[in-house]
């Protein structure tokens, strides 16, 4: 099976900086694209950012402008680049393969541990 292991949360503070990274091995899915998710205490799992295997990208509105995913498919290894971190911003990150089709991600029901990221002053 398909094996999933995120890393890089950690304590920020508001304004501040992190880089997630999401590593695959396994059987790693022929579906091309990947995501990141974050689930908050209490709310549901949402997609943070999608990128397709050629590039093109997807970000809640939440998020856009501060935070860029990228993928390097030699390392089989997916990040997001987090900056002007907001408390809001606090939660678990999963990373995910999926599909990314005409601007809308569709994600597989395999999660890893995910990363804990909180912000706060």
């Known amino acids: 099976q398909i094996q999933l292991v995120e890393s890089g949360g950690d304590l920020a503070q508001p304004g501040g900086s992190l880089r997630l990274s999401c590593v695959a091995s396994?059987?790693?899915?022929?579906?091309?694209?990947r995501a990141w998710y974050r689930q908050a205490p209490g709310k549901e799992r949402d997609l943070v950012a999608g990128?397709?295997?050629?590039?093109?990208?997807d970000y809640a509105d939440s998020v856009k402008d501060r935070f860029t995913i990228s993928r390097d498919d030699a390392k089989n290894t997916v990040y997001l680049q987090m900056n002007n971190l907001k408390p809001e911003d606090t939660a678990v990150y999963y990373c995910?393969?999926?599909?990314?089709?005409?601007?809308?991600?569709?994600?597989?029901?395999?999660w890893g541990k995910g990363t804990q990221v909180t912000v706060s002053s």
């Open positions: 995910n393969h999926g599909s990314f089709t005409y601007g809308h991600y569709y994600p597989t029901p395999y």
């Open positions: 396994g059987k790693i899915s022929m579906l091309s694209a």
């Open positions: 990128i397709s295997r050629n590039g093109a990208t």
